[in-house]
């Protein structure tokens, strides 16, 4: 059975899986997670491509109907070159969709981008952000700590919502605010937790732009898998992971998230 491939820095990947996981119940899915690399966003657009390039080859091992690049920073900034070099179906991460819908649902016209801290300095980047301004009052917010606190799974542990709590009372103070777009995919792990502490707010998530994609795709090309293979049918297991068992952190995390998942 051809898998769908997934791939970034770290853990922002898995929001990416739970949400393909539920979409697309029969798919079988190979997971990478290239935490030796992490954060993509500190790396330069050369050092991006050869990094992400990598990543793809090792994918299309696997023979995978397609590859998502799971994180926001590449999939910007080189995507679209390695398309031209890999004859794998690539899809990315992007912010234009999210960033489109909160400005078009906003009342006030306040919105606020949570991203690596990377994001928002890159100047590469800033035209994306451009072409929204003149619609929207656009606040691009520093949101490393709580990146950092996916990426570490602090955001698992007892006590966690009042840690986030306390971080976002000081990102988010402008009171006119009433959209964020989720700028990292590890930020999505926390939309509920989010959600919950801002519930007037919308929050954007592009990672559920990207699945839509990805379905779409899958059935209008007749690509769905119709039934699972043999192997994952009998021990319910649709996760395969790249290197887990060298990883503790990796492997104890997709635990407590309730993720079945085999090692390869």
């Keep these: 059975m051809q898998p769908i491939c997934v791939f970034d820095s770290g853990l922002g990947s898995i929001s990416v899986i739970k949400v393909l996981m539920h979409e697309l119940p029969k798919e079988h899915i190979v997971y990478f997670a290239d935490r030796r690399n992490y954060p993509y966003g500190l790396k330069s657009r050369e050092e991006l491509r050869d990094i992400v390039g990598r990543g793809i080859r090792r994918l299309e091992g696997y023979d995978p109907k397609c590859i998502i690049v ?57 035209d ?3 072409a929204y301004m003149s619609r929207a009052s656009i606040t691009l917010v520093d949101a490393t700590e709580l990146i950092d606190m996916v990426e570490s799974s602090r955001f698992l542990q007892d006590g966690a919502e009042h840690a986030i ?34 519930p007037n707010i919308k929050i954007m998530n592009p990672v559920m732009d990207t699945v839509a994609r990805v379905k779409t795709y899958l059935e209008e090309h007749g690509m769905l898998s119709r039934e699972m293979g043999k192997e994952e049918e009998e021990e319910e297991v649709r996760l395969s992971v790249l290197d887990v068992d060298k990883d503790e952190h990796l492997s104890s995390t997709l635990k407590r998230l309730g993720l079945r998942f085999r090692p390869i």
Excluded: W
Excluded at 87 to 103: D, E, M
Excluded at 176 to 191: N, Q
């Design 70 to 126: 799971a994180s926001i920073t590449p999939s910007m900034l080189v995507l679209n070159d390695l398309r031209l070099v890999s004859s794998t179906l690539l899809f990315g991460v992007y912010l234009h969709y999210s960033l489109a819908r909160a400005v078009e649902l906003s009342s006030s016209k306040g919105i606020a981008v949570l991203a690596s801290r990377a994001v928002v300095r890159s100047v590469d980047l800033h």
């Design 128 to 130: 994306t952000f451009k």
């Design 165 to 198: 709590a306390d971080v976002c009372r000081r990102l988010l103070k402008d009171a006119s605010i009433d959209s964020i777009v989720l700028g990292s995919t590890h930020l999505a792990l926390m939309e509920d937790v989010l959600q919950s502490l801002y």
